[in-house]
């Protein structure tokens, strides 16, 4: 088992920046792909970001392309997500997951926080 504990949500005004963090604990997290993933009110989940268990390897969904950076430190045992030029469409519970591989699929991911709510304020 991997448990994930998000944080680092909250309301911020549009334009703004947040950073969220995904701490890790249970089996060796460093062997895990983490992804980041989001649900607005009334919209399905959806593939934000994720990172290969090194962090050589990253892939973001088109929508947040220059405005979001995932990086990981595994001896911290925490994955973040830096998020910039915040936009009120990006109001949603933001989760985190685990996965052996780099997918966008979030089927596909074995373990999930519990989630953190961010809000975009016009």
């Known amino acids: 088992q991997v448990q994930l504990v998000e944080s680092g949500g909250g309301l911020v005004q549009a334009g703004g920046s947040l950073r969220l963090s995904c701490a890790a604990s249970g089996r060796t997290f460093s062997d895990y792909v983490v992804g980041w993933f989001r649900q607005g009110p009334g919209k399905e989940r959806e593939f934000v970001a994720a990172?290969?268990?090194?962090?050589?390897?990253?892939v973001q969904a088109d929508s947040v392309k220059g405005r979001f950076t995932i990086s990981r430190d595994n001896a911290e045992n925490t994955v973040y997500l830096q998020m910039n030029s915040l936009k009120p469409e990006d109001t949603a519970v933001y989760y985190c997951a685990a996965d052996r591989r780099l997918t966008t699929n979030a089927r596909t991911y074995d373990f999930w926080g519990q989630g953190t709510q961010v809000t975009v304020s016009s």
């Open positions: 990172v290969t268990w090194n962090g050589g390897g990253t």
